[in-house]
């Protein structure tokens, strides 16, 4: 069993950054694939960014274009937390966040993953 504790989201104006954190229970964190979603009112979960340490033939990091350039997914295995830094914040990228844990499958499904955190709201104004 592995528990996901996100943090860090906020209110922040457009062309603001946050970084949000992912606290997981256990170091077994790393062997999984490990990816940031995000839901706004109304519309359905999407995949943001993933990251998978654990296979040398699975790209590193996959990004939803909407957010590529602008967002850095990263795992700091020492304090066994996931992060999202977001820059460059637009109006479009509020919403609930939530980081996922699983075996990845299709990155962007939410299939493909087995534990989830509670959510983080993000609210970016104009």
């Known amino acids: 069993q592995l528990v996901l504790v996100e943090s860090g989201g906020g209110s922040v104006q457009a062309g603001g950054s946050l970084r949000l954190s992912c606290e997981a229970s256990?170091?077994?964190?790393?062997?999984?694939?490990v990816a940031w979603f995000r839901q706004a009112p109304g519309k359905e979960r999407e995949g943001v960014a993933s990251?998978?340490?654990?296979?040398?033939?699975?790209?590193?990091?996959n990004y939803a274009d909407s957010v590529k350039g602008r967002f850095t997914i990263s795992l700091e295995n020492a304090k066994n937390t996931l992060y999202l830094q977001m820059n460059s914040l637009e109006p479009e990228d509020s919403g609930m966040y939530y980081c996922?844990?699983?075996?990845?499958?299709?990155?962007?499904?939410?299939?493909?993953?087995?534990?989830w955190g509670q959510g983080t709201q993000v609210t970016v104004s104009p």
């Open positions: 996922a844990a699983g075996s990845c499958g299709t990155w962007y499904l939410e299939g493909g993953y087995t534990y």
């Open positions: 990251l998978w340490l654990a296979r040398s033939n699975y790209p590193d990091t």
């Open positions: 256990s170091y077994t964190i790393r062997r999984y694939c």
